[in-house]
C-alpha cells in the first residue's frame, strides 16, 4: 500500500466527514485506488493563456501533441475551453503567482495551500481557485469548510485581504453529461465561526492519524505475512 499523503486544503475539504473512523476511511480509499492522473498541467496552460495571451488553439494543438490518453487529454480539452470562455476580454493589468503557505490542522499536521494564481484588473485584485474535479466537487459543509479556512488565510495578507475570491467549479452536473463551469462567488458561501473549523479540523486530523495507523498495520501484517510464506517455502526446499 503507497504511503498516506498530507492532502492539500481543497482535498481535506472534500475528504471531511464528521467522524475520525469516517475520514481515516476515505484517506485509506484514496491510498488503496489513487487518481491515475492530476490536473496541475493546466495552471501552467491557464497562465499562458493571460499572461503570455497564447491562443486557445495552440494550447489545444500542444495539448493534443503533448498527452497521449485519451480521457486525460479530452479532460484538459473540456476544461480549456470552458476557461478560455470564461477569461475572453479580461485584460489583467498584472498576473502573479501566490507563495504557498501551510495551514495548521492539528496533531502537527500542517496542510499546504498554494493558489495558482492572481491578477488585477481595474484596481480590483481577483483570486480565482479552480475546481477540476469532474464528479463530487465541493458542496455543502465541504465548500463551507473550505470557503472559511481560505478567507482566513486571505485575512492573514495584508495584500490579498481585499481579493475577489471565486471558484470555478467545471464539474459535470450528470454521468456522462458534459462539464459546466459554475462560478461561485465566495462571498455567497454561509462562513463558518472559527470553533467550528477548529472543531472540524480536530476531526480531520485525528482522522488522518487513525490512516496512518491503520495502514503502517497493514504494511506490518503483509510483511510477516510475506516473511512466513518465505520461511516455508525455504524449509520445504531444505527437506527436498
Known amino acids: 500500500m503507497s ?9 481535506l475539504a472534500r475528504n471531511w466527514r464528521d467522524t475520525p473512523i469516517k475520514v481515516s476511511n476515505e484517506l485509506i480509499k484514496l491510498v488503496e485506488n489513487p487518481p491515475t492522473f492530476n490536473y496541475n498541467p493546466l495552471h501552467s496552460a491557464i497562465r499562458d493563456m493571460l499572461i503570455l495571451k497564447v491562443q486557445h488553439k495552440q494550447i489545444e494543438e500542444g495539448v493534443i501533441r503533448a498527452v497521449k490518453r485519451e480521457v ?3 479532460n484538459y480539452l473540456e476544461i480549456l475551453s470552458l476557461c478560455r470562455d470564461y477569461f475572453e476580454g479580461v485584460l489583467p493589468h498584472f498576473i502573479q503567482s501566490v507563495e504557498r503557505r501551510f495551514y495548521p490542522v492539528g496533531r502537527g499536521l500542517l496542510v499546504p495551500f498554494e493558489p495558482p494564481l492572481i491578477y488585477g484588473v481595474n484596481g480590483q485584485l481577483h483570486f480565482p481557485w479552480f475546481s477540476f474535479w469532474r464528479k463530487n466537487p465541493l458542496a455543502d459543509r465541504h465548500l463551507q469548510l473550505f470557503a472559511s479556512i481560505v478567507y482566513e488565510v486571505l485575512l492573514q495578507d495584508p495584500d490579498l485581504e481585499e481579493a475577489r475570491f471565486v471558484i470555478l467549479d467545471f464539474s459535470a452536473a450528470k454521468q456522462n ?11 455567497d458561501i454561509p462562513r463558518l465561526s472559527k470553533s467550528e473549523i477548529d472543531d472540524m479540523l480536530a476531526v480531520f486530523a485525528e482522522g488522518f492519524t487513525l490512516a496512518e495507523q491503520k ?3 497493514d504494511e506490518k501484517q503483509k510483511n510477516k505475512q510475506s516473511q512466513e510464506i518465505n520461511k ?6 531444505f527437506n527436498f
Open 215 to 217: 495502514i503502517k498495520q
Open 72 to 74: 486525460v487529454r479530452n
Open 3 to 11: 504511503k498516506l499523503k498530507v492532502p492539500s486544503l481543497q482535498h
Open 232 to 237: 516455508k517455502e525455504n524449509q520445504i526446499s
Open 177 to 187: 453529461h458534459p462539464r459546466e463551469l459554475n462560478v461561485i462567488d465566495a462571498r
